[in-house]
Each structure stands twice: as C-alpha cells, then as structure tokens.
C-alpha cells in the first residue's frame, strides 16, 4: 500500500527508521502515514499467516495497524504522531 | 455536579456547550487530540487547516464547532488523547487510559457520545494492504492530505460512498470506479422522503452528478466479487445487475456500507439495547432526549444510533439539558421544544436514507467459506459455519456469544466491531433465524487494548 500526497506535501522534513531503514516523513504526519507514505508497503504481518497487514479504520477501532516503537512499546500507527528519530518495528 | 462527557464530536461539543452555559465544570474526554470528531477531525498542526478544502460544502458547520471547542476547551476539565476503557455505572467511575497514565473519573452523570464507524461486508481480498474503510479513506484525505492510493475504487452503499468518491476526485486522485451494491430504483424509491431534507439530499444528487460529468466509472446494483492482488490491490472485480463479470485495475479500495454505533461504553454501562429494522444495527435504548434506564446516563450521536452530524449537535445539545433537567434545574423551554422540533423533522429523513442504501444482507450472509471473516483471528467464514454446525456440549451454538466461543469469530483485539455484523448474518443464514435472534457481540473491558503495566515490589 502506498499512501499518495495530495495535499500539504511540503512540510518540514522528519526522519523515522522501520526494523532499522530510514524513512522520510513529514511534521504532523501519523505513523502510518509516514510509513505507508515512505514506501513500507505494509505494517504488519498476520500472526496467523495470512498476509501482510496494513491498518484498515485509520481511526483507531480495528487494532491491525500495531506496531512497535522503541521506548513506547506497541502503539496504533493510525493514532500515534510521528516524532523525528521514532525507531519503528513492525507489529 | 459532575458531569463527565465522553467524546468531542458534534455531539459531545455540543452538550459541553450547554453544560458550560449552565455554570457547570465537565470533564471532557476524547481519544483524539482536538475536539470535532471523526467527520470533522482537524489535522495536526503542521498541516493547514483551510475548512473549505477539507470540509466542501460542511465548511460552516465545521468551522462553527471548531470555534466552539476551542471557546470551550478553557472552561472544561479537557482530557485529551485519552481512552474511556470501562465505565462504572453503580460506582459512577470511569477508568481511563491516556498514554502511560490510567486515571478514574467519578460522576454524577455521563452524557456517552462515543460515535461511529464503517459497517463493512468481508470481501475475499479485503485484509490486503490498501483497503480501507470509506471512513479511513476519509480521514486519511482530511487529516493527512493523502490518498489511499494513486487509483482508487470505492465500493459499497450510503452516502459516504458517494462523498469519500467526490473528495478524492477533487483532491487529485484517479477514482477509477464507484460500485454502489444499491440498485439506482432502490434509491430513487426512497428520494420522496430525502426531500424532507431537501438541502442534504441537493448536496448527494450534486457529488453523484459531479462524478458523472467528470467520466467517473459508476456501476450500481453490483455484487461484489473480489479484490486482487498478492502484497497490496491491483485490481477489483464485480457481477454488473445483468450478471456479467467486470473488473478494473486499481491500487486501492475504500469500502463501507453506513455506519454502525461504538456503543461498547453504553453496553458496559447496562443500557438495553434493540435491533433497530431501518437501519439495521444494534443500538443502544434511550429517549428522544438521551435518557437511557440507567439512571444518571445518557446517549447522543451516532454512538446511539445512526442520524449523522447534523443531529449528533442536536441530540447533544437536548441531552445535556436532560442532566440539568433531571437535577431539577430550570431550563429553557423555548430552547426544548426548539430542539425537539428539529429532532422530530430530521427522523422522517434519515428513515429514506437507511431505505435508499439498505444493508446488503444477502452479500454478508453468503461471505464464501474460503473469505476471511474476522480480520483480527484470521478465521475464515467456514470456519464459523463449521462451528455452527459442530456438536458442543451442550448443544450447538444458536448465539453470536456463544459460537464466538466455539470459532473466535470476534474474539480478537477489535473485539468484533468489525466482523460481527457479517458474523450475525452468516449464523443467521446458517440456522435459518434473524440477527436480532442471534444477538450482538457483547462489549469486554477494556473497550480497546491498554498496555498492561505491572509496577517492580519496591
């Protein structure tokens, strides 16, 4: 999945990493936006095998969207603001 | 008097607003980090705000409840980001979860204005990356400027489907189809009664209009067939009304048939709940005026049903003045009969709307064996009907609850707020009843998923 900018696409620039890569993000974006906007592709694999996992709601019901952030532990990317210097796991 | 409010909606604001008229002090909470609730969420600070590109035609209405937030916000006990995780009603607690924090809030009296989210059908295909819910789509637009994808379908029914179509094709985004599993003659039986709100319904023929002008794909009365891909979506396919096969390339999908109640607080809370016919959900029992038979709690929003924004405001609005009533203080009677006027006229509305998009029950209940079902146990919807059919001691399941059990269907961390309208329609189907006999999935504390944190002995 890649999330696409359509609008507002030129705020200042953050870095995130995922399971170790860097990613560039924007102020303000969610961590699903940063990642999925980044090239992630997915968040997450289904622990019960069936297939790459990348949130569904984006308004924090649904749970798929988990991952993990290193000194928060496991957050909502839908509901959790990406901070510059965030290293991010999949879920 | 204490009063707690749970959600900054439209509802939720404006309740606080006449709580606060009254000389009282609320605790306000949202999971969110502002007030305006999922349809009119603000993005975060570094993105702008301009409400007319992220409201359209719902700039004013938008504008108006954001003003009245933020003139709010000071004069309230406001607990932002933070999960109402279980409530209390004997002890009249509310325990909360905000980040690291867990905190418990007593009260007097609880206005529940807990919202909504997409009712949705499993479609084979849909736990791919790049599907979404209409609603998600939504947000993802409007608090993040971004699309779900570069070519998008949106499939399902309600007037979400329509208006998430229009704001992407604004935006910039190639909508490369609109499936609506309405049959046009369905809606256009149902458009008499959407003339009692003739403003709204201009608002649907005007984004459906725009969408045919600008060669925007629409098929109507389609059954879903599935969507494709391997690592994310490339494509969509459906049966057309003459039954014929038809697909379109696209890399994502926004999907949702109406709304549904978050009413787990108000499950917890021991309201009764019935099976509403027009709109086909589980609601939670109040009166016009909120009251439920819990003393001391009260109901307004879509989380106690589907009426959408515009009667979100009102309905909070007459369910705070059902607290200041109901603890015997003077209120406006002017202001009463006002809101209730306006109540009554918006319910003849939204009884078309549910009739023009109806749920599409046949399509839930005949979810293919090999279609995953609940998204957060990966259980296909065999698996279901083979516990359905399974012999347990002591005797088969003929309950959500029950066959939850035997298959785990909504048993996983969303608790079956997604899967659990297909879930009653499948078992429905199966055994030959209705999904008010089958029953809802009943709400657990916590609500959503909190870290558990176990403090070292000292």
């Known amino acids: 999945m890649r999330l696409v900018r359509l609008r507002d696409a030129g705020r200042p620039r953050i870095a995130v990493t995922l399971d170790g890569a860097a990613l560039e993000a924007q102020e303000g974006d969610t961590l699903l936006t940063a990642l999925l906007a980044g090239g992630a592709g997915h968040l997450r694999m289904s622990e019960f095998g069936d297939g790459p996992r990348a949130g569904f709601c984006l308004m924090g019901a649904c749970q798929d969207c988990w991952v993990a952030v290193e000194g928060m532990g496991r957050v909502r990317a839908c509901t959790t603001l990406a901070q510059d210097g965030m290293a991010v796991r999949r879920g | 008097m204490k009063v707690a409010v749970v959600g900054a909606g439209p509802a939720g604001i404006r309740a606080v607003e006449v709580l606060v008229a009254a000389g009282l002090r609320p605790v306000w909470i949202d999971e969110a980090a502002e007030g305006g609730g999922r349809i009119y969420q603000r993005p975060p600070a570094p993105l702008k705000r301009d409400a007319k590109a992220l409201y359209g035609f719902e700039a004013g209405r938008a504008t108006s409840l954001h003003a009245a937030f933020d003139a709010l916000r000071p004069q309230v006990d406001w607990r932002p980001e933070t999960l109402v995780w279980h409530i209390r009603p004997g002890a009249k607690q509310l325990h909360t979860q905000s980040g690291p924090r867990r905190d418990q ?29 209409l609603g998600g789509a939504q947000i993802a637009l409007k608090a993040q400027g971004c699309g779900i994808g570069r070519r998008v379908v949106f499939a399902g029914t309600g007037p979400l489907l329509w208006l998430v179509a229009y704001q992407y094709a604004k935006a910039g985004a190639e909508v490369a189809a609109v499936l609506d599993t309405t049959p046009f003659a369905t809606k ?8 009692r709100d003739a403003a709204t319904f201009a608002k649907g023929i005007y984004y459906i209009g725009w969408l045919r002008a600008h060669g925007v794909r629409i098929a109507e009365g389609v059954t879903p067939i599935g969507i494709e891909g391997e690592a994310g979506v490339s494509g969509i396919a459906w049966r057309d009304p003459g039954g014929r096969e038809q697909r379109v390339d696209c890399d994502a999908v926004g999907m949702g048939w109406g709304l549904k109640p978050e009413a787990q607080l108000a499950d917890l809370a021991g309201i009764p709940f019935r099976h509403d016919p027009l709109q086909w959900n589980w609601v939670p029992e109040r009166d016009v005026a909120g009251r439920t038979a819990i003393a001391g709690h009260y109901l307004a929003g879509d989380g106690a049903g589907i009426g959408g924004a515009a009667v979100a405001e009102l309905a909070g609005a007459r369910a ?52 995953i079902l609940c998204r957060c146990e990966g259980l296909r919807a065999g698996e279901l009907r083979a516990a359905l059919a399974a012999d347990h001691a002591p005797g088969p399941a003929s309950e959500l609850n029950r066959a939850k059990a035997f298959s785990r269907a909504g048993m996983g961390r969303c608790q079956g707020r997604v899967c659990g309208t297909a879930a009653a329609e499948i078992m429905a189907a199966a055994l030959g009843s209705t999904p008010e006999a089958i029953g809802r999935l009943r709400g657990q504390p916590p609500v959503k998923p909190i870290p558990l944190v176990a403090e070292p002995v000292a």
Do not use: H, K
């Open chain 2, 320 to 371: 705070a003045l059902a607290v200041l009533e109901d603890a015997g203080r003077m209120v406006d009677a002017a202001q009463l009969s006002r809101l209730d006027a306006a109540l009554a006229r918006q319910q003849g509305f939204r009884a078309a709307l549910d009739r023009a998009f109806p749920f599409p029950r046949a399509l839930a209940a005949g979810v293919a064996d090999e279609t």
């Open chain 2, 188 to 195: 256009l039986a149902a458009s008499p009664g959407m003339l």
């Open chain 2, 105 to 133: 809030v007593e009260y007097d009296a609880a206005i529940l204005c807990t919202g909504a989210m997409d009712r949705v059908v499993p479609l084979p295909g849909w736990t791919l990356p790049g599907v979404t819910t």
